[in-house]
């Protein structure tokens, strides 16, 4: 990060100040100003950090007017098409494409690492059974720091390193398993014959009475939409899991505390709601009436799965789950479930319909994830935890590089104080 020779000028009370502006590779520069409270006695007031530059990060790009997403400088299409999860994974945590070599280490540890100790079965049967599976979820990856100890020990780089790989190989250990706790089914161990994405549909699905054999289609689909929810720079989760390191706290309770924000509706829920939806509307004779009432000003309901806020002229990790989506309804038989031809229907009439259009409203990550989850029976209590699995490698990574930055500090934003002024305390009965 380089300090331009700009500067970005204030005047305060007469007083004029120089702040630096400082660059980055690509994107935006930034004005740094972290002496502004020191030297001017003023803060900078931005509630959402919409406006804010909290950290520096080598990891994840993102352009949202040209629909650029870039992990390490790769492009999200070239990702999606040719890499792996795992691989995928490797790169955000390290930052250079593994070697054939370090691939197949990084898998083998990936595959040690993604049993669970035999103790953690039993914090799944202190839950009800109708518990949502992203609240077990919260609860056990917080409850894996009592079984690492050594994980405690953020300053050596080795533990954070094993840390990052356990969390990795056991999220979809985890995600299975808070799901067949709530169907009353019997557990599923990992096995390292699979992929990682055949492996959490074969945790999902095997029953102790029939054979279950992994469709590889629609692992790869499974394994593309991981890719495509790995990481997305800053977002509230990421930046919950950086203020909660950057209080020295274990990588477990970090991911936990960052599942906690992913659950939240406005973050990782709308590929569910994209389904409450569909289902709603319920036959396709009812799409135009449901059509109308979305462009109807001030009715209030919008139309799921479209539409983002950074990216506004398309979104990458859409156009290629689109694909995707058709080669999982081609390998299952396209209308087989009604809900997914009402999307169908939904989706041609909404891409040609000129309230959309002259919106740039296009269908986003989360219409076609959705889908596609739906089609492999992946039940939508699951979709937000199929985030989080994803999202972990994304998470550990950011966390990896935060902690192993020179002079890295805790995390604490300001305040514009808005309450009472200084006032002198009354008794109790003095008070009316
Ligand atoms: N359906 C109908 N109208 C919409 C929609 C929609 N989904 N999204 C935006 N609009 C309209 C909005 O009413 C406004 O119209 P007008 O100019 O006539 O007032 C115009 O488009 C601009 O809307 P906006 O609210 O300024 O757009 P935004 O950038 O603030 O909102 C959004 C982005 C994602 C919150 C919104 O598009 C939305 O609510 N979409 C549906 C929910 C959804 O699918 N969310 C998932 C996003 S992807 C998540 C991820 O990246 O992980």
């Known amino acids: 990060m380089d300090e331009t020779a700009r500067h970005a000028t204030i005047t305060l009370d007469g007083r004029v100040m120089n702040l630096p502006v400082l660059s980055g590779t690509i994107g935006p520069d930034v004005v740094d100003i972290r002496r502004l409270a020191a030297d001017a006695g003023v803060l900078a007031f931005d509630p959402g950090y ?172 499974l394994d593309r939409i991981l890719v495509l929810h790995a990481d997305h720079e800053q977002n509230a989760s990421t930046s919950t899991v950086r203020l909660a390191g950057s209080t020295g706290a274990n990588p477990f309770a970090c991911i936990s505390a960052g599942i906690a924000a992913l659950w939240g509706p406005a973050h990782g829920g709308a590929n569910e709601a994209v389904l409450g939806m569909l289902a709603k509307i319920g036959t396709k004779d009812k799409i135009p009436e449901f059509i109308a009432q979305v462009k109807r000003r001030g009715s209030g309901v919008r139309l799921m799965g479209f539409g983002h806020r950074v990216y506004k002229n398309f979104d990458p990790r859409a156009k290629i789950l689109q694909a995707t989506y058709h080669e999982v309804m081609a390998e299952l038989g396209l209308a087989r479930d009604p809900l997914l031809d009402l999307a169908v229907e939904l989706e041609r009439i909404a891409i040609e319909d000129e309230y959309f259009v002259s919106r740039k409203l296009y269908p986003n990550v989360d219409f076609y994830s959705g889908l596609i989850l739906k089609a492999l029976g992946i039940p939508t209590s699951m979709f937000t935890v199929l985030f989080a699995v994803a999202r972990t490698a994304g998470w550990i990574s950011q966390w990896r590089e935060m902690i192993g930055e020179d002079g890295q500090r805790i995390g604490r934003p300001r305040q514009l104080y808005i309450g009472a002024p200084p006032r002198d305390f009354i008794p109790l009965a003095e008070r009316v």
């Open 50 to 221: 919409g406006e804010t530059a909290a950290c520096r990060s080598a990891i994840t790009y993102i352009d949202g007017e040209q629909g650029i997403l870039l992990h390490r400088g790769y492009p999200i299409e070239q990702l999606a098409l040719q890499a792996s999860f795992p691989e995928v994974a490797y790169l955000l945590l390290y930052g250079e494409l593994p070697t054939e070599a370090e691939y197949a280490a990084f898998r083998h540890d990936i595959s040690e690492h993604s049993l669970l100790h035999e103790q953690i079965r039993n914090f799944f049967n202190g839950f009800r059974r109708d518990a949502h599976p992203m609240a077990i979820l919260c609860g056990t990856v917080g409850a894996l720091s009592a079984f690492y100890h050594e994980a405690i020990d953020i300053s050596n780089e080795a533990s954070r390193d094993l840390s990052a790989r356990r969390l990795i190989a056991k999220l979809p250990t985890l995600a299975a398993w808070a799901y067949k706790y709530t169907i009353g089914e019997p557990y599923v161990y990992p096995s390292e014959e699979r992929t990682y994405a055949g492996n959490f549909l074969a945790m999902m699905f095997t029953q102790p009475n029939k054979r279950y054999v992994v469709n590889p289609v629609l692992a790869r689909a």
